[in-house]
Each structure stands twice: as C-alpha cells, then as structure tokens.
C-alpha cells in the first residue's frame, strides 16, 4: 500500500459566492462554499480547492472570511488560490486557516516569489498553478505547451513544461496543471501534457482541466498525475466524488 | 498547544476543539507547563522549527514535563524535532532528543509525501486503537527517521513505533509513555484523525 490518488474538488468563489453549481438535496444553499465543503468532506474528497475569481480586490476580506469559516468545520486540507501576490497574501489565507495556498499569474511577473514564498511558509504548503495550452500559431515553444495568462486566452510565450521544472527549482511543493485547452470541454485530462510535466519533475502533480466522466481519471493518473482535480463535473452532479473513487479504484489505483 | 511561530495552528486547535479539548494556544512557560496536555505542533524547516522552539524555551518545558509524566503530543515537525537531530539540505541541526535517531530526506520518486497513507500500527497501540488497519492519514513532508531500533531493556518499556510508507519505510507515529507524536497531521485527516486525538485525549491524558 501506499500514498492514495487525492480526488479534488475545486470551487469556484465570487465575492465570498460558489460561481456556478446546482442544488444537490442535501443542500440548503449550493451557492455558500462552507456548506459546499462540508458536503464534498462528507463525499469523500481527499482535499478541497478554493479558487478565487473576485475580480475586485477590495472583496479580498470576504475570500478570507469564507476560508476561516471553511476551516472552523472541515477537517481535510484545503487549497486556496487566485489573485494571489505577495508573501503578505499567502500569509494572510495561511493565517485564515488555508493549508496550501495556489500562486498563479503573479509568479509569471515575477518568478523570485515562489522561492521567497517558500523559504518563509515551507515549499509544503506552496503551489504553483499552471494554466498551459497547446501552442497553435504564433511562435512556438520548445514543448509546445505555453503558459496563458487571462483564463487561458493570452499567451506568454513561456514554455509551461519548462515553467513547471523551474517552479520546483525555486522550492514549490507541488504543481497544479490546468489545461486550458482541455478545461470545460469535459473530453479527458490533456494526457501529454501530464506526461511531460511528470517527467521534469518529482513534486506531485495535480491533474486538472478536462474531466467529463469516471473513466477519464485512471489515465490521468497512468500519465503521471498523482491528484486530480475538477471543478464543473462535481459543481453540476455530472459526477459524485464516490464515483469517481470507485473507477479509480476499478483500474487499479490506490484510493481513500 | 504551544505557539512558537510555526504555521497554521489555528487547524489543530480546531481539531482538538472537536474532539472536547479546552485549549489555550501559548508561548507562555508556566501555562505550557500546567496544561494537562502539552501539543507541539510544526510545519516547514527542521533547523526553523527548532530556533522557534528554543526561542521560547520549548525544549526545557518537555523535559520538565515529561520529568513529571505530564503528556506531550508532537504532530509532523513537532514530531521530528523530538529525535537527536535533523539533517537538511546539508544542513545538521540538533533536536530535543527524546529519541534516537536522524531525521533525513526520505528515498522517493515523488516528494513530499503529500496525500493520504495507510500506517503499521505496533500491537498495543493508544492511539490507532479502534481504527481498521487500512485507515489513512495525511501526511505533508519530504524528512522523516528511516531507521529506528528502539534498544532493549528490561526496566523499560520500549517505545511503540508506528511505520508507514513512501519510497521507503519511515516513521509514522511514536508512543512513549508521556511523550508521543505522529508524523501526519491528525488535525487534517478527518474523522480517522479525530479519532487519534480522542485516543490521545482520554487514555494518555486521561
């Protein structure tokens, strides 16, 4: 036995809101993350992952808030993201009761900020998300992949296999690999990509960006991933957290 | 728990709340002291965790406490800072050592060991009592003791020593008497955690 395949839901918060989502029975109101979380704790999630989508930074206190509150009654770990920027930001969520914190499109400005990030809190706790697509037009990168910025519709120009090697070199503990090409299309995890990523570096890879149906996980994880992650298939029921585990489980991989 | 500036104390405070603990997050030597329990916790770098801790007298106020037999909990860091020393990076730092042994980077393909493990628990167990063998915990580290042969005695009770494994087989947990720990975070792994803490609570710090 060993080290279990973490299944992570990903909610996507609005001023201290779930951005999309149905009404599942159990809930009173899908659109409160806390009650979000506690349901998918309940379900089984291995972890949780807050991304948050406020494009107003003066909402920043209401995130903190929601996570705080997150915390005071949901005893599995807990990722929070977006709009990340400083070593002040991770400290503050850390403070509010986040176990990782997610950095983004600020590392891209400026990449010293992972290590500065990672030296204070422990490369433990510190993510580097990758939002990468397939380089179509324009000029290519090494790989092919690239670093997107804006949702995935601006390149950078940044080779994202390349990006992920150098997150780890500057001490993140792990990297969460979205898919921007995948995301949304509910079609499978973008399998090369988890490959590539997986063979430059040994921090776990979180596989994200794609899943449509239980049996798109077992190759992500054969590709590499050791978590995977998806936000709109638990959002809308398309897919329960149990279900998921039982595919899993189905192909051989070891799950909680 | 004792509040030397390593990480998210807030989760384990939580998580001992839950289970019916009273607690009071303190530096303060005298309330470290008199607490029924004493947890310390710990995230990030050995050699820091261990500055912290002496920076507030951490170490004395184990020894004394132990030295009575009043219960200490160590949870991930605060667990590995228990043992003789710590090796980072190069870097050696002496620990409490309460225990024999080196805290060193763990052989794996994939490190941290970030995620959720099954643990050996030894015969006899306070903790893991009333858990299933294929529990699983959380775990967040890439250092742990790889090797640990705890002696022989016929006065004393040898230490039991809970094994898990990533790569290789390091330490999961340790109960001694006053002094136990874990290398997971019971504060984060769910319902099975809790249970740990509950152990904790009623049969070690009674």
């Known amino acids: ?256 | 728990m004792l509040d030397y500036g390593s990480g998210n104390l807030r989760s384990a405070e939580r998580a001992l709340r839950r289970v019916g603990a009273e607690v009071t997050v303190t530096a303060d030597a005298g309330a470290a002291l008199a607490a029924d329990g004493l947890v310390v916790p710990g995230v990030g770098a050995f050699a820091a965790c261990m500055a912290g801790l002496a920076g507030v007298d951490g170490p004395r106020i184990i020894e004394r406490r132990l030295a009575g037999g009043r219960p200490v909990l160590g949870i991930c860091v605060g667990m590995q800072v228990l043992f003789d020393h710590g090796v980072e990076w190069g870097e050696h730092t002496d620990g409490c050592g309460q225990w024999p042994g080196t805290v060193e980077r763990i052989k794996a393909g994939v490190l941290p060991h970030m995620g959720w493990n099954t643990v050996r628990a030894p015969s006899g167990s306070v903790l893991f009592s009333g858990l299933d063998a294929d529990t699983r915990f959380y775990f967040v580290h890439s250092f742990g003791v790889r090797r640990w042969e705890p002696a022989a005695s016929s006065v004393l009770r040898p230490p039991l020593v809970a094994w898990a494994h990533h790569g290789e087989d390091f330490v999961a947990a340790v109960e001694n008497g006053a002094l136990a720990a874990t290398q997971f975070h019971p504060e984060k792994s769910g319902d099975a955690g809790a249970t740990v803490l509950r152990n904790w609570l009623r049969d070690v710090v009674g």
């Open chain 1, 1 to 256: 036995m060993g080290v279990a395949v973490r299944v992570i839901p990903c909610l996507d918060v609005d001023a201290g809101r779930v951005v999309k989502g149905v009404n599942f029975r159990e809930l009173r109101d899908a659109g409160d993350p806390v009650e979000m979380a506690a349901v998918y704790d309940a379900e089984g999630a291995d972890e949780l992952t807050f991304l948050d989508v406020t494009a107003s930074s003066g909402e920043r206190e209401t995130m903190y808030d929601v996570v705080r509150r997150t915390a005071e009654q949901v005893f599995i770990p807990l990722t929070v993201g977006g709009g990340v920027r400083s070593c002040d930001d991770v400290d503050t969520l850390l403070r509010s009761g986040a176990d990782k914190v997610s950095i983004n499109t600020a590392a891209i400005a400026r990449p010293e900020l992972l290590g500065e990030a990672a030296r204070r809190f422990g490369s433990q706790c510190i993510v580097l998300s990758v939002d990468a697509r397939r380089v179509t037009g324009g000029a290519p990168t090494p790989s092919g992949f690239e670093v997107t910025t804006h949702g995935g519709r601006r390149g950078t120009g940044i080779d994202a296999i390349e990006w992920a090697a150098r997150g780890q070199e500057l001490g993140v503990g792990e990297i969460l690999l979205n898919s921007m090409d995948a995301d949304g299309t509910r079609a499978g995890f973008d399998l090369e990509m988890i490959e590539r990523v997986r063979t430059v570096v040994d921090v776990p890879v979180i596989a994200s960006g794609g899943a449509g149906k239980v049996e798109d996980f077992v190759p992500a994880v054969r590709a590499g991933a050791d978590a995977v992650l998806a936000a709109s298939v638990f959002h809308f029921g398309v897919l329960r957290i149990g279900e998921v585990k039982d595919a899993l489980r189905a192909g051989g991989v070891e799950v909680r």
